[in-house]
């Protein structure tokens, strides 16, 4: 079975230009939750999704923000870029809500913003 | 963000000797998980611990929720080459989402 997929892989954005990324959840699994890890630190929790309602939001500006979609597939957009969004987004998915429900990572989207 | 207190931050050993890392949190936790995240990959879970004074092993890994729950621990014995990667310790507080703490790089020489 197909793990967690991210797209794109690598992404290069501007200042103040918005950015989309993609996560499809390992088939089955209805959570999906976006972290942020920026270089040399640990993923940060921005969003978890569950049943395509939002179901946690960390401490993230209001440029952030994600959907779920009836698939359960999720998008992260980010909008009005700044320097310090670069980092490698995250993706993981999980069967349920729970926070303790094993949590399965996809390869990540490494964004660069100049 | 909060973030837990991982040590050491790196690692340098030699191949087959056993290792010892540890996460520290000032607040009590109800979960705690150890990942190793590879380059180019995502953190894939190696041990989660469910309650105080677990001891749990994962083949030569084994990881302890401390029993004041602020703390774990996580061993490796007999180090190999594929060990090499970052290791973070995660964890949670009811209802809240995962934390994680800064990571130990490992570099293991032959």
């Known amino acids: 079975d197909a793990g967690v997929t991210q797209s794109p892989t690598h992404l290069i954005k501007t200042r103040g230009q918005h950015v989309t990324l993609r996560c499809s959840p390992i088939s089955g699994h209805k959570s999906v939750s976006w972290y942020q890890q920026v270089l040399g630190q640990g993923p940060q929790f921005i969003f978890q999704?569950?049943?395509?309602?939002?179901?946690g939001r960390g401490n993230f500006p209001d440029r952030f923000s994600a959907r779920q979609f009836p698939n359960y597939s999720s998008e992260l957009n980010v909008n009005a870029l700044l320097l310090g969004d670069s980092a490698l987004y995250l993706c993981?998915?999980?069967?349920?809500?729970?926070?303790?429900?094993?949590?399965?990572f996809g390869p990540g989207t490494r964004l660069t913003v100049l | 963000g909060q973030q837990l207190n991982q040590s050491p931050q790196s690692m340098f050993i030699q191949e087959g000797e056993d290792v010892s890392m540890n996460c520290t949190s000032s607040?009590?936790?109800?979960?705690w998980l150890w990942y190793k995240q590879d380059p180019g990959e995502g953190p894939v879970l190696l041990i989660a611990l469910y309650k105080a004074g677990e001891l749990t092993s994962n083949g030569r890994l084994t990881a302890q929720f401390g029993i004041t729950r602020k703390d774990s621990f996580l061993n490796i014995s007999a180090s190999i080459p594929s060990d090499v990667g970052i290791y973070f310790c995660?964890?949670?507080?009811?209802?809240?989402?995962?934390?994680f703490g800064k990571g130990t790089t490992l570099s293991v020489s032959s």
């Open positions: 995660a964890g949670n507080q009811a209802g809240t989402a995962l934390i």
């Open positions: 999704y569950y049943e395509k309602e939002e179901r």
């Open positions: 993981a998915s999980s069967l349920s809500r729970a926070i303790i429900d094993t949590q399965y």
């Open positions: 607040s009590i936790f109800n979960t």
